[in-house]
């Protein structure tokens, strides 16, 4: 399933909708803007919360963990070296690992599993400016892998505003 994601709104107290191919809203991403931590939650088009995305205090480097039913299901942060490409890791509760490959900043990447791709991110799809494409691929946990591309595009705004101080 292919979704669209609007680049550069996921700013803290912002909402926004997550749309499918034929533009139907499929998960709200509501930004808390009276919370301690920066926090995301994306919930289904009934208003249920499906998965919550919240960036983590005390770390070394910029990291979201994703929570489902208050348990932390992931933990999302940029790898400590790679030097050829972009390189982010996904830490699961179950202790295996994903990893987020390509160029993070333009939006061209892929969320792999061992050499499995679950999901591609670009934003070739899209003629929109500031939009970029979600394409899961089936039968994967589209609500985690979206949370995941939302989490890694929070990072990149982070790190951004941060090089601008």
Avoid: C
């Avoid at 709104?9 to 909708?17: A, L, P, Q, R, Y």
């Avoid at 940029?78 to 972009?86: E, G, M, N, Q, T």
Wanted: proline share 1%; hydrophobic share 40%.
């Amino acid at each position: 399933m292919r979704y669209a994601i609007r680049e550069k709104i996921v700013s803290i107290g912002d909402d926004f909708w997550i749309t499918d191919e034929q533009g139907n809203k499929v998960f709200l991403v509501d930004g808390k803007a009276l919370r301690l931590r920066q926090t995301l939650e994306l919930k289904d088009a009934s208003g249920a919360v499906v998965a919550t995305v919240r960036k983590k205090l005390m770390a070394m480097r910029e990291t979201m963990e994703i929570e489902r039913d208050g348990a932390v299901v992931a933990t999302v942060h940029k790898a400590i070296f790679s030097p050829l490409h972009h390189r982010s890791d996904i830490d699961l509760s179950d202790g295996s690992q994903l990893e987020a490959v390509g160029n993070i900043i333009d939006k061209e990447f892929e969320i792999r599993s061992g050499g499995q791709v679950l999901a591609r991110i670009s934003r070739a799809w899209f003629t929109l400016r500031d939009t970029y494409g979600v394409d899961v691929a089936a039968g994967q946990d589209d609500a985690l892998l979206l949370s995941v591309a939302v989490a890694l595009d929070r990072i990149q705004h982070d790190e951004e505003e941060h090089r601008q101080r």
